[in-house]
């Protein structure tokens, strides 16, 4: 047994476990509980609202709630993580936005059951920023490409588990299941935050800073803050982040949108095949995490960027020219992709944490989604306009972004240089 865990440790994404201190463990080893009822749940949420006599108007007006929802709560995050504390905040806004919204689904009667759950859903931005700075803060730099690799496996293994939804809404119906499943939700989630509350301590710099906001306002602190907004506007570097996330962001919501619409009118594959690509794809972002992404370097940023940029071009051309029956083609698009993303997930929030000053990390992040979130929404409709007149022009758009991430990728490279060229001459 003992040479079997020293032959597992030898590989540095399974070492992390082992050498995990502080809130780093908890964090890995809770998130199952809240990935697999989400993958059991998020196939079906849409079809559900429609089963419950939801229209497509009411599907929109729910969508546009819940995105303005996130904007309000992005923008408070970092004044409540301060002033709750990230321990405190993550437990509260973890039960408000995740198992709130679960019990109402599995007991939704009608529309308007989803809208409020659309509200409470949306403070999720809050525990993205709290959760994030409780797993990280005290950790160095160093570890944060592993670090996030492993939660990214913990979601891409519950992702799995989501087939088993189809065999149970077939047998049972969709109605019954998807109130079974958000009921069983609403236990697991709340358990995972439960339990992550007992088991994680404040970090050092949380401790700090509740301590200087204990006795100002959240009005107050949410008035003051507007002097650290104008320092992130004035931060190059901060900005070049702000840059690379959003087009990321809206390169990978552009894809996952419309390369199965392009896909399927090309190739005439039916949708329920689809599931097959994205079963090749996690299984090669899973192998992918554990063979290559350890042998990357926070610090050398710039090569596997551009290499896993280049990848992502690449299949982004072969989707534009596939010919009828291709679907080989399809399949080495798939692998490209699943390389590139696994590459490109930690190295991006890597590269978003280390460009914000610790001391201000949680205002800062919060108006760094914040904007994020302003400059990705109107990209659904562009690329949705596009999709109209010709099923490839989204992916051009999509193409476009990438070379935006290039280029801020660069920019990031060249200050990162003179950062240490600065450092060394001090």
Sequence with gaps: MKRLIGWMRKNPMVDILFTARGNELPCMLTEPLWGIPYNLYVPFASMYMVALGVGPLQIGVTQTVFL?????????????????????????????????????????????????????????????????????????????????????????????????????????GLVPTMRVLYAITFVMMTAKFVILHIYCKETRIGLRRKQECRHVSILRHLWDSRRVFVDMLRNKRIMMAIGLIACYMTMRNTLETFWPLLVTERLQIPEENLSIFATIKSLIMLASYFVIVPHVNADKFKHPMLLALGLMIAQHVITMLLPPGAYALVVVGAVMEAVALSLLSPLTTTLQTMAIPPEERARMQGFFFTICLFVTSPFGMIAGALSDLNRVLPMVLSLALLGGCILFTLLLHRDTIKIDQAAAAA
Excluded: M
């Design 68 to 172: 303005l929802s996130q904007v309000i709560f992005a923008i408070l995050s970092g004044v409540l993580t301060d002033k709750l504390g990230r321990r405190w905040c993550t437990l509260i806004f973890d039960t408000l936005s995740w198992s709130v919204p679960a019990l109402l689904w599995a007991c939704a009667q009608s529309y308007e059951w989803f809208l409020v759950a659309a509200v409470f859903n949306g403070a999720w931005r809050v525990t993205e920023n709290s959760w994030y700075l409780l797993f990280i803060e005290d950790s160095a730099e160093d570890r944060l490409v592993r670090l996030f690799s492993v939660t990214h496996i913990a979601g891409l293994i519950a992702g799995f588990i989501s087939p088993l939804a189809f065999g149970f809404v077939q047998r049972y």
